[in-house]
């Protein structure tokens, strides 16, 4: 019957070839991650001399970290969790060997942050130019939440091989401003303390992308035993040269208490910096996340501003807080 024989035999080796098929699909819409060449890579990341952050370590980090290569597209995405940002953590990657520009976000949850470029990966692979991550803001443009720590970290034409440990600069992205108002009268009202900016969206560099306008707004009111009122809020990226607007209010009656005139600055960033410069500092946006904003009423409305103990006075720009 060595027809039969050679029929199984056939039957046998197109079996064979469907599997090695498959294999090979297998391998393609993965990536490779399951079935390519691996390397292990040791991360680190730094921070740099006199940097404030919020990155403690006890606290839990998500990290996804990007290999582009050298004509820009993305070979990877890799995520992985850290306890606390000082230590050194070990992958293995599903990266070939190679000169590559690495990008790690920390902290972009997908709660909080969208990247469209990458709906579709691995089967499209996004170049670093076209990569932008965005702010998921809500549909009324308010956000009145807490924002994750997010941070941004990149090198450039770094050859890697198998074993290479790799450190990596971060910049935290998040701000937390604590904002206190006093010498008003004790009313049942709500207030809020409000920032305007279009500081949702940035490029893989950390650069600023287009971003419509909306408001980071936080609320308070008169604790039982307080004559002042106090909120927090957590915003992303400042920057000098950027244009957040500030502002207080009433909210329950609508009415506006800074700025109470014209003449009074609401650039968020020039208060700071003015209150800074005005006491021979300046101050380093990449560097200093917290800032402690206080607003003293007098008996007509008008506030003395105080950021980080300075008062934000008048000075040869035009500053009139």
């Not at 090695?20 to 691996?38: H, K, W």
């Amino acid at each position: 019957m060595p027809e039969m024989k050679n029929i199984r035999r056939y039957i046998h080796i197109a079996g064979v070839l469907l599997i090695c098929c498959a294999l090979l699909s297998s391998c393609v819409a993965e990536d490779l991650s399951e079935c390519g060449s691996r390397t292990r890579l040791r991360i680190s990341f730094i921070f740099e001399a006199e940097t404030e952050t919020r990155a403690a370590e006890t606290e839990k980090h998500h990290v996804t970290l990007y290999a582009f290569d050298q004509q820009g597209y993305c070979q990877l995405v890799h995520e992985f969790d850290v306890i606390g940002l000082g230590g050194e953590t070990t992958i293995d990657a599903p990266l070939e060997p190679g000169t590559y520009d690495i990008v790690a976000w920390v902290n972009h949850d997908e709660t909080y942050f969208n990247l469209p470029a990458f709906e579709q990966f691995p089967q499209v692979k996004p170049k670093k130019d076209a990569a932008v991550l965005y702010l998921d803001i809500p549909d009324n443009s308010i956000v009145d939440y807490e924002l994750p720590t997010l941070l941004h970290g990149s090198v450039k034409e770094l050859q890697i091989t198998s074993g290479q440990k790799i450190f990596i600069p971060l910049i935290q992205n998040t701000n937390r401003i604590t904002f206190t108002a006093e010498g008003l009268d004790r009313t049942a009202d709500t207030y809020e303390f409000e920032v305007r900016d279009n500081n949702g969206a940035y490029t893989f560099e950390n650069g600023f992308d287009a971003c419509a306008p909306f408001r980071y707004l936080a609320r308070t009111t008169f604790a039982d035993t307080q004559d002042k009122l106090s909120a927090g809020m957590s915003l992303l990226r400042l920057a000098s040269g950027r244009t957040p607007v500030f502002a207080f209010r009433n909210s329950t009656t609508g009415k506006t208490l800074y700025p109470s005139s014209e003449e009074q600055e609401t650039n968020l960033v020039k208060m700071i910096e003015n209150a800074y410069r005005n006491n021979g500092k300046t101050v380093d946006f990449d560097k200093r996340h917290e800032f402690d904003i206080k607003l003293k009423f007098d008996a007509g409305f008008n506030a003395i501003v105080t950021i980080d103990g300075w008062n934000v006075v008048d000075d040869d720009s035009g500053l009139r807080p």
